[in-house]
Structure formats: structure tokens, C-alpha cells
């Protein structure tokens, strides 16, 4: 079976987390690009897939010139509340949070766009990399299109959204020639989610652990690679083994046990993911044009805030 | 030495062999027609790229686009790589830590979290809470107070016309304040007292009830009066939202960020005051009484009052947990308010036991 397979442990993701708070909190927050950098290179790293190793190519210098960007934006904007407070006008105040919330509203696909395409475009296997040739025009028109449509129904259309936006994201990542695809349905993935939140409210949320993995399994299996099926293997006796352990070992140890969680977390997923067979993995091409396209020094791409879709 | 080559074009290991010859890597394979093949290499266009605990793959790319990479996978050539480039071992701090032993990581990594956590809560969030607490202003301090007092007043059983007699006890005592003070008197048994930013103080009947002397309401009003003046609440706000803005901007948590800017409503029954804050509020409040010439032993009446009020169970659990406490034990405040009494001049104010005996019926 052509299965991903992860080997992080949790002392090792342990020791990168807390050399990496250190270093950030001594300089106040700006060692925080260099610490996503060496997490994403020990996770990417810890996972392989026909014994061959994923690499984070990404550096903590790119990622700064985006952070810093935003790290000034915040302090120029808490300069002016408190500008606001001394000034005592509250008017102020209000437009200037109005402010915020749009800005980061209107920013938001941008964000998504960017990060994953700097993510692609410094992600490869064996040295082949992943690339993502989405038009950002294209992709902001599609999120407030939805967005509109999820606000006049009252988020019922969220659902929709949700897959409209994770099918345009796959549709147009590859790796080397190798193009990915998703084939989700708003409407069956509306239907799942409202058969597992009506099953986990009448079970008293028993039900959690196969609601997450219906979920899982649903973009799993219509996730390809050159119009073959991804494949889910996660049971459900697993899932529910690995949560309730997970929940016991956060709630007798004060939370401390955290990166032991995560790294069971990602290895239940991870490993779980089944490529399809009938893929040639040994004849995947560089794909040297969309690569070269994809490195621009583009503010929102080396911002690559963690924003999930 | 045998070794595992991509050429960067493609997908495919190709099982090669690598030498070392005059600073750089000839790499010699068979391609898919038969020939051999035969590639060099500056050996400081490489680098090694593994980021992880396992030594048993040696991984190194090239610095071109797009890169070519070679893994040694046998244990012999990893030797000999390591021995003829040893400036490709990874020296970072982040491998270096990995490849420690794992019961060293953890309890490196948890004592220097702890130690971490430790000077921040101690140090650096008191120190950023009091520059905070400085750049608001009186003005603001008071129209944010009224703010949250709209919202806590509706939670409580309020009696005007009590509150127009603590007003008055308040006003004739002599007290001063730069704030506009508001005594309200909350109609509910409840043995507690606190005071918002800006000026108001909660009473409640509860603990009214256990007073039997003027003197002791006057020190009460004295210890909330020093926390409004002192600003000791709003220092409390600041300490706990500067620990949460900085750990939102630390981790990037926009959200953090956003949510702890609008957050605007905090319950004041539970804001409890620090140890230190407490024991600033008792001593400036009897010195406050001595000014009025009215009797310091008040307070500590008061303190008797309050410390009867605990049961023989509650005070031998306090007694244990007294480090977690952030009140210090009556006992204590008892102790340190008889070594401050140094009033010999006080009077009885017939004025101020005449309101005290409406307030008590």
C-alpha cells in the first residue's frame, strides 16, 4: 500500500517548540519566522512517503520580510488606539477597530492565496517540487462571491464555500507535472456535516470522533492525483483511541503532554492516507516554468499566516 | 560508495556512486539506455537538508535550480561522507538539540519553559501592566469604569436610598478622592466589598451587617478608596491583558489580538486583587483614617469581624494554601495593621454613628 508515513516523536517536536518560544519571546516576537521555519522543516521532514523524505525549502529571512509587515501594521495600530485613548475620543476608537476587522476581512483571501502557494512553491519530494499556478484575481473573486452567498443565508452556504474554496486551492496545486484535483459536492458535504451534528447532539457528542472522521474520509477520498482517488484507512476504533487517550493525557497532566497529542494526531492522519497505486511515483517531472512563477517576492505569500481552509 | 541520486529533472532514484576528488563529487550511473553517466559537483554548492532525530539517512542537496540531491542510506557511506565533509553535518542548534537524548530534551526544555513563564509573570507583565495603566488617562479610567459598572450594576439588587446614606457617611467622614466616588450599596448577603476603576465602590449588605462601630465601615471605605486612588484594578486589567497581547503577537494569533482589543466586559466579583495590592489598600486606608481623626483600631475590628466569619475547616485549608492565596491571611493583616497604628488623636464623630445606625436598620 502507497501510504504516507510520519516519524515525528514528541520529545523531538518537544525540543523545536521550546527553542523556538525561547528565542521568540527574547526578542519579542520577531525570532517567529525562523521558529515556523525549523517547525515546518522537522514536520515536513518527519514525513515520507515510499521512504523518501519531504523538505521545507523555506527560510525564516522570507517569511520575515512579510511578518515584519504585519508586525509594524500592529504596533503603528495600537500606537493609534492608544493615540485614541489619550486624545480621549472614542469615536476614534471604534472606527479604528471598524478598521481593523475590515482590513483583516478584506486581507483574508489574499492570505490563504499567498500561503498556500509560498507552502507549495517551498515543499518538494525528491527534489521534485509541488506548485500552485491559481490566478490571485481569480481566487479573491471566488471567496467574496461566496462569502457574500454565505452571509444572505446565514451561513448555511458556508458549507459550500468551504468546498468551492479547497477545489480551487487542489484544482490548481501540483506536484512536478503531476496536477491534483478534489471533486467534494457543498451539497453531500453539507449533508454530512448535518447528519454528524445531529448524531453527535443526540449521542451527547459521543458521536465527535466518527463525526471528524466522515469529515476526513469525504476530502480524502475526493482529493486525486492525475484523476486517481486519495484513500482514507483511519477506523473508527482507532480515532476514538487516539482522541480519548489525547484528551486524558492533556486533562492528567495539566496540558503538558501537548506535543505528544500533536504528534499522535498527525501520525493518526498522516498515516492514514492512502495515494493512489496506479500512479507512476517514479516518473513525476520537474516542472520548471510554474516553479519560477510561483518564488515572486509577493508581501502575502512570504506572510503565509496560518489561515486553514 | 553507493548512494541514491535525483537529478532534479525527475522523480526516479537512480542508484549511483559517489567520490570525492579535488573538492569535488563524481557521481557515476547508468541511465535508462545503458550508458554511463558521469556528473561533477563542487562539494561547497552542497548542503545537508535532514531536519530530524533520525541518523540513519544522510541527506545533501545543491544550491542550483532545480537542485540535485543524494541520500546515503548505507551506514559505510554515511561514515565516509561525514568523514570526507564533515562541514556538511548539520551544527544548528535545532539539530543539535534533536540529536540529544530524549530525557534531556524534556527536562531541559520544561525547566527552561518554567523559568520562562516564571520571570514573565513576575517581572515583565507587572512591569509592562504599570506602563499600560500610566498611558490611560483619569478620564478614561472613569468613562471605561462606568462602562463596566452598567453592565455589574444590573447583576445586583441595588437599595438608593442605602447608597444615598453610604454617600453620605462617605462625604461626612472627610474622605478626598480626584475620582468622582459612588457608593452603592448592594442589598444581598454576600460578605464582600470591591471598587471599579473610576471611583465606584459595591457594598454589600452582607458585610455591613457584621459591623458594629462606625470605625469599621470608615476603614472598609478607606481600603476600597485606596484601590480606585492606587488604581489597582485597572493594573490588574493590564497585567492580564498584557500577558494575552503578547502571547497573541508571539504566536501571531490575529484573532488573540482582535479579541482582547474588543473584549470589554470583565467580572469584577472575580478580579481578584494581588497580595501586594491588598496589603497597599490596608495600610493606605488606616493611614487615610488617622488623617480623619477617626479610630484605626476600626480596621482591625473589622479584620476580627471577617476572620470569625471563616469556620475552623475553611481557615486550616486557607492556612495550607495561603501561597496560592491572592489575600493574605486575615491573621496576617490583622498583624501588620496593629504594628501601623499610630493615631492618638481620634474622636468620636456623633455625626458619622448616626448615619451608621441608619445604615444597620
Not at chain 1, 476608537?93 to 507552502?119: D, N
Not at chain 2, 512591569?127 to 444590573?154: A, D, Q, Y
Not at chain 2, 466616588?181 to 448577603?189: G, H, K, M
Not at chain 2, 465601615?217 to 486589567?237: C, D, Y
Request: with cysteine; hydrophobic share 40%.
Amino acid at each position: 500500500m502507497k501510504k504516507l508515513n510520519f516519524t515525528g516523536k514528541g520529545s523531538g517536536y518537544l525540543a523545536i517548540w521550546a527553542l523556538n518560544l525561547i528565542l521568540t519571546i527574547v526578542t519579542l516576537g520577531l525570532y517567529y519566522p525562523w521558529a515556523k521555519e525549523k517547525m515546518r522543516k522537522y514536520l515536513w521532514n518527519e514525513t515520507n512517503f515510499e521512504n523518501d523524505r519531504f523538505q521545507f525549502h523555506g527560510t525564516g529571512k522570507e517569511m520575515f520580510k512579510g511578518f515584519i509587515k504585519v508586525y509594524l501594521f500592529f504596533v503603528v495600530f495600537y500606537a493609534a488606539f492608544f493615540a485614541a485613548q489619550y486624545a480621549e475620543n472614542p469615536e476614534m476608537y471604534v472606527i479604528l477597530i471598524v478598521l481593523l476587522y475590515l482590513v483583516l476581512l478584506l486581507l483574508i483571501p489574499f492570505a490563504i492565496f499567498g500561503a498556500w502557494r509560498y507552502r507549495t512553491s517551498r515543499t518538494s519530494w525528491r527534489g521534485i517540487y509541488f506548485s500552485f499556478d491559481g490566478k490571485q484575481s481569480d481566487f479573491v473573486k471566488l471567496f467574496f462571491k461566496n462569502l457574500f452567498f454565505t452571509i444572505i443565508t446565514f451561513g448555511i452556504y458556508s458549507y459550500w464555500m468551504q468546498i468551492n474554496i479547497r477545489k480551487y486551492i487542489l484544482n490548481h496545486t501540483k506536484i512536478g507535472n503531476y496536477r491534483f484535483s478534489y471533486t467534494g459536492d457543498g451539497g453531500d458535504y453539507f449533508g454530512i456535516n448535518l447528519l454528524g451534528g445531529f448524531l453527535s447532539m443526540i449521542t451527547l457528542y459521543i458521536y465527535i470522533p466518527a463525526f471528524i472522521k466522515s469529515l476526513f474520509e469525504y476530502h480524502v477520498k475526493n482529493t486525486k492525483l492525475e484523476g486517481k482517488s486519495f484513500k482514507s484507512t483511519l477506523t473508527n476504533s482507532e480515532i476514538y483511541g487516539v482522541l480519548i487517550v489525547n484528551f486524558l493525557l492533556i486533562i492528567f497532566t495539566l496540558g503538558i503532554a501537548f506535543p505528544w497529542v500533536f504528534i499522535r494526531t498527525m501520525k493518526m492522519y498522516m498515516n492514514n492516507i492512502q495515494l493512489p497505486e496506479d500512479v507512476d511515483y517514479e516518473n513525476i517531472k520537474q516542472d520548471i516554468d510554474n516553479y519560477t512563477d510561483a518564488t515572486g517576492d509577493d508581501f502575502l505569500d512570504s506572510l503565509d499566516l496560518d489561515l486553514d481552509f | 560508495m553507493k548512494i541514491i541520486f535525483f537529478n532534479g529533472q525527475s522523480s526516479k532514484p537512480i542508484p549511483a556512486y559517489i567520490e570525492n576528488k579535488l573538492g569535488e563529487f563524481h557521481i557515476s550511473y547508468t541511465d535508462e539506455d545503458s550508458n554511463v553517466v558521469f556528473q561533477s559537483f563542487k562539494i561547497e554548492d552542497w548542503k545537508r537538508v535532514d531536519y530530524n532525530s533520525d541518523d540513519a539517512i544522510f541527506t545533501i542537496e545543491n544550491n542550483s535550480f532545480p537542485p540535485c540531491k543524494i541520500i546515503f542510506k548505507e551506514e559505510k557511506s554515511i561514515a565516509y561522507i561525514k568523514r570526507i565533509c564533515p562541514d556538511l553535518i548539520n551544527n544548528n542548534l535545532h539539530q543539535k538539540i534533536l540529536n540529544f537524548n530524549t530525557q534531556k530534551v524534556i527536562i531541559g526544555a520544561f525547566a527552561s519553559l518554567i523559568a520562562i513563564i516564571a520571570l514573565y509573570i513576575f517581572v515583565v507583565s507587572p512591569f509592562i501592566g504599570k506602563i499600560v495603566t500610566n498611558m490611560i488617562t483619569i478620564n478614561t479610567e472613569i468613562s471605561l469604569g462606568n462602562h463596566f459598572s452598567k453592565t455589574l450594576i444590573n447583576t445586583l439588587n441595588i437599595d438608593d436610598k442605602k447608597s444615598t446614606e453610604l454617600m453620605q457617611f462617605y462625604q461626612t467622614a472627610g474622605f478626598q478622592s480626584k475620582y468622582p466616588i459612588e457608593i452603592i450599596y448592594a442589598d444581598e448577603s454576600t460578605v464582600n466589598a470591591f471598587a471599579i476603576p473610576g471611583g465606584k465602590i459595591v457594598i454589600f449588605k452582607g458585610l455591613l451587617d457584621k459591623m458594629e462601630r462606625y470605625e469599621e465601615l470608615a476603614g472598609l471605605i478607606g481600603h476600597e478608596l485606596a484601590h480606585v486612588e492606587k488604581r489597582h484594578s485597572l493594573q490588574q486589567i493590564s497585567n492580564k491583558l498584557s500577558t494575552y497581547l503578547l502571547v497573541s503577537i508571539l504566536t501571531n494569533d490575529t484573532g488573540g489580538i482582535t479579541t482582547a482589543l474588543m473584549e470589554h466586559t470583565i467580572n469584577f466579583r472575580s478580579l481578584k486583587n494581588s497580595r501586594s495590592f491588598e496589603k497597599e489598600a490596608d495600610l493606605w486606608g488606616i493611614n487615610e483614617l488617622k488623617k480623619l481623626h477617626i479610630n484605626q483600631n476600626g480596621m482591625i475590628s473589622l479584620f476580627e469581624k471577617i476572620k470569625n466569619n471563616e469556620s475552623d475547616i475553611n481557615a486550616t485549608l486557607t492556612k495550607t494554601l495561603e501561597y496560592m492565596s491572592s489575600h493574605p491571611l486575615t491573621d496576617k493583616r490583622i498583624e501588620y495593621l496593629k504594628t501601623s497604628i499610630t493615631d492618638t488623636t481620634s474622636t468620636q464623630n456623633n455625626n458619622l454613628q448616626k448615619i451608621f445606625e441608619r445604615l444597620q436598620n
